[in-house]
């Protein structure tokens, strides 16, 4: 594999586009020039410290430092979930329930994929683990972070649909059915439409990399299906598991609509 | 004797409540807008958190299952919620007495097909007390369930409320802000104070 290097000045010319962008947004008083460069120079800061992380991982590959930084991307994604959601669980329900439907979800796939689909020996390999790990989890982020905020918008727009079941002694289940059911369908979306664009529409990102990097376009290929069916699944699995989660808190031990279990409504 | 028991229920400002009444007893609710009448109907169903005793027959509520109790204690709520399209949706399997009353509150039976968005409001009202009456309650707490209604169908309503309370001797809790309703439907009359106290009255 030999990929042409890039140099200080190469990344330098792309920044100056980045920075052209921002310059004509400020013109056009978009209201996003500031918001275009923290992000550019946030990405750039990430990026370069995932890869000293990766280096010094990649020296000295030891199960410990790839399950410690499999905790940071999950507690980061955890995070990142529950600031997405306009009404989200409150206390330890907000964080928790996204991060423990993702950690079971991805994690479980990742392992399986990494065992008994690829064989990499050992299974911890940092060159497979993590970059395995960090698509799922990117995926998954985005799925349970749209399947909760439908829900938990759902609950609360639809209470006195909710209401009028439970009062005439519907369980919770037939009578948020819809509501999950919904939610559901929203998390996997992007997926679905992911994988019927793939290849026609757009060359996903990593088959793009393992092209560039001089692998046979066969394998890239192969790679790509075999990430796809694992985002898939581990997106959908995790979506399920906290709407299902999620819509069994809304409701008490005495099948009340618990709506002030959620925070109050910011973004 | 069928009874409905509450002792001591309080829930936000309202209580504690005191209450008891006999199977096909009818006692009336009336007070200021906002003194929490909706409040205390969803308390006793235990819609909403509150502390107390509630018991039907002598078996407390918390003995059995929140759907069970709510399947007993029927409340009819004052805004009525339809989670489905068309009308026959909500409804249980209907028998011949159910088809009845449907004829008795002025429907025949294509109403079962219509859209529930394009029903009026009081045909809605009108509809969601035959909902609630054909899952067959034992007790009915009705929160005003005139308030859209003209004259003739409150009579209708009022007709057929009776003659089910007198069938299967449900005690009755009736919202209504009209005197001469609640002259005609109960026999007793309390009012809901702003403080949360329940008042017994003469009318």
């Known amino acids: 594999m030999n990929v042409i290097p890039l140099t200080a000045l190469d990344l330098s010319v792309a920044a100056g586009l980045v920075v052209l962008l921002a310059i004509l947004s400020i013109a056009m008083q978009l209201g996003v020039g500031k918001r275009i460069i923290i992000a550019a120079i946030r990405t750039t800061a990430q990026l370069m410290l995932i890869g000293l992380v990766l280096k010094t991982l990649f020296d000295r590959a030891h199960p410990a430092w790839v399950l410690l930084l499999a905790i940071v991307m999950l507690s980061v994604a955890g995070y990142e979930v529950m600031a997405r959601q306009k009404r989200s669980f409150g206390g330890w329900w907000g964080y928790g329930l996204g991060t423990l439907s993702m950690f079971v979800s991805s994690f479980t796939i990742a392992l399986f994929v990494l065992i008994a689909v690829i064989n990499v020996d050992p299974w911890y390999k940092p060159q497979y683990a993590i970059p395995l790990l960090g698509m799922m989890l990117g995926n998954t982020m985005t799925g349970v972070a749209l399947s909760l905020d439908r829900l938990t918008t759902g609950a609360y727009e639809k209470r006195g649909l909710i209401e009028a079941q439970l009062i005439l002694g519907y369980e919770w289940r037939p009578a948020i059915a819809e509501i999950v059911r919904e939610s559901v369908r929203v998390g996997l979306m992007p997926m679905i439409n992911a994988m019927a664009a793939a290849g026609i529409v757009s060359l996903p990102g990593m088959m793009t990399g393992q092209i560039l990097g001089g692998s046979p376009p066969m394998e890239a290929v192969k790679y790509q299906i075999l990430i796809m069916f694992m985002i898939a699944a581990g997106t959908g699995f995790a979506s399920m598991g906290a709407v299902w989660l999620g819509a069994r808190h809304l409701f008490d031990d005495r099948l009340r609509l618990r709506l002030d279990r959620l925070k109050e409504g910011s973004s | 004797m069928s009874c409905l028991s509450i002792k001591h229920l309080r829930c936000h400002h309202i209580g504690p409540i005191e209450l008891e009444i006999a199977g096909g007893q009818c006692i009336s609710f009336s007070g200021p807008s906002g003194a929490g009448k909706s409040i205390l109907l969803r308390a006793i169903i235990d819609l909403i958190p509150n502390q107390g005793e509630v018991s039907f027959n002598d078996q407390a509520r918390e003995q059995m299952r929140a759907s069970d109790w709510r399947k007993m204690v029927g409340l009819l709520p004052a805004e009525s919620f339809w989670w489905c399209d068309r009308v026959a949706a909500h409804f249980p399997a209907l028998t011949e007495q159910h088809l009845n ?103």
């Open chain 2, 101 to 203: 009353w449907f004829t008795e509150l002025g429907f025949d039976s294509q109403v079962l097909d219509w859209e529930v968005s394009r029903c009026s409001t009081g045909e809605r009202q009108r509809l969601s007390l035959l909902r609630l009456l054909c899952h067959g309650p034992k007790v009915l707490l009705l929160d005003e369930p005139t308030a859209n209604l003209d004259r003739d169908s409150t009579a209708k309503v009022e007709k057929i409320i009776a003659e089910y309370k007198q069938q299967h001797q449900c005690p009755v809790i009736w919202v209504s802000h009209d005197q001469q309703q609640v002259k005609r439907v109960a026999e007793q009359h309390y009012v809901l104070e702003q403080d949360g106290q329940l008042q017994k009255v003469a009318v």
